[in-house]
């Protein structure tokens, strides 16, 4: 894409920030190193390295496939990313060292594998910004990928439980040693549906029926499509056993249809009915058991943790009371990198590794990486209100939400603020499913960041077919409800 004389693309500063999160994740493995072993080896700054060669690569794809992009969103993931893969090689060396057993090379290892996920998940980034030159393009398909987004996210629940269950949750395909999380790629496909269908019906979805307490109601007959919404997540509780994965994609329904109408009703009826669901859910799991028996056996679980009955039995609350006592352990500070003992929290790679992280860099520690977090979501919704078109503004804003929510999901889980769910923690988690879907999303904001920040050319037009020259709306309710031509 050939750049505008004078206007800014920012690329050297991405580049520098780039760089400076590099130095910052050779530091972490250094650290660990002196912390765990008691010398810093030779090979300390090799997986820096490495990820800093896959890291620039994306950045030159970006500067020459969306050169007014958000230059802060690669280096903000590429340092939770590093820290990640730091992490997850912290625990491949004390493996080691309790089992007396040699240090696994950079290759080895769950830290090993997460570098080889992050080289995949790069260059699915790279592919989507380099076949997807208009974000605007992807409505073509809305209702493929609506179609797409809902059948990955119920394969696991028609799956046997031997070919689908992973902790006491439905929501993987194993099949040998291969394994992967359809749902982590429905979040894309369903926020594109999502943006699609509400830019269009957005209008009528607007209509207010009553008017309550200052709140405008919509009409009656408009509630099917959240009502539709509402059961699907619903049977996502109750057949894949998992609160977080339905209130993720319900409150993305939501929030998308709140952006779109603008209207605090949808909020509020969105809260009530999925919290009465969850309050019924629960009711029926007492009295009748079935397929409601998991999400009570998990809340009983969750509202008493330290029961001895909970806490000992299978499945009960012993990883929840283990992470609870690991961030208790971190204190302010933390034990430094590669002093804590991360596992006797079970499942520290993958759910719990916030819990694990907690122990060694403390409370101030994380309250950095929720900053790092709520800086790319920041990001992502800025990007939302400053393209030029609906259907952008939409997907922008909503898979800016999904990540805000599945971070807060695994945190509540955590903490026990909400029940525990099987959600993991965006690029820090081991695992590919989660890395590749959240660098597809990271891709997809890069790509309407670019269209924001650039000219009209770079596909940032308004709804309007051929409206390049077409003044902007200034709000989101100023623009037509019509079908997108790209």
Known sequence: MARIPGMKTQRNAELGLLAFAMVLVAAYGATVEAGRIGEITPTFWVPAALLSVLFLGLHFVVRYTAPYADPVLIPAVALINGLGVGFLRRLDIGDALSEKQPIPGIFSGIGGRQLAWTLIALILAAVLLLVVRDHKVVSRYAYTLGLTGIVLVMIPAVLPRSLSEVNGAKLWIRIGSFSIQPGEFAKIALVSFFAYYLVRKREVLSLASRRVLGIDFPRGRDLGPVVTVWLLSLLVLVFEKDLGTALLYFGLFIVTLYVATERSSWLIIGLLLFFGGVYVAYLLGASVGGPFANFYDRAQVWLNPFDSENYERVGGSYQLVQGLLSLGTGGLFGSGPGGGSPRFVPEVQNDFIFAGMGEEIGLFGLSALLVLYLLIVER???????????????????????????????????????????????????????????????????????????????????????????????QLHGAMTEVIKP
């Open 380 to 474: 992502g919704l800025r990007s939302a209100l400053a393209v030029r078109d609906s259907f952008g503004k939409l997907v922008a804003g909503g898979l800016s939400f999904t990540l805000g929510l599945q971070i807060f999901v695994i945190l509540g889980g955590i903490t026990g603020l909400i029940p525990l769910t099987g959600q993991t923690t965006p690029f820090l988690s081991s695992g590919g499913s989660s890395l590749m879907a959240n660098w597809l999303l990271i891709a997809m904001l890069l790509r309407i960041s670019n269209a924001a920040r650039g000219p009209a050319a770079s596909g940032g037009g308004t709804d309007r077919a051929g409206g390049g020259g077409k003044k902007a709306p200034a």
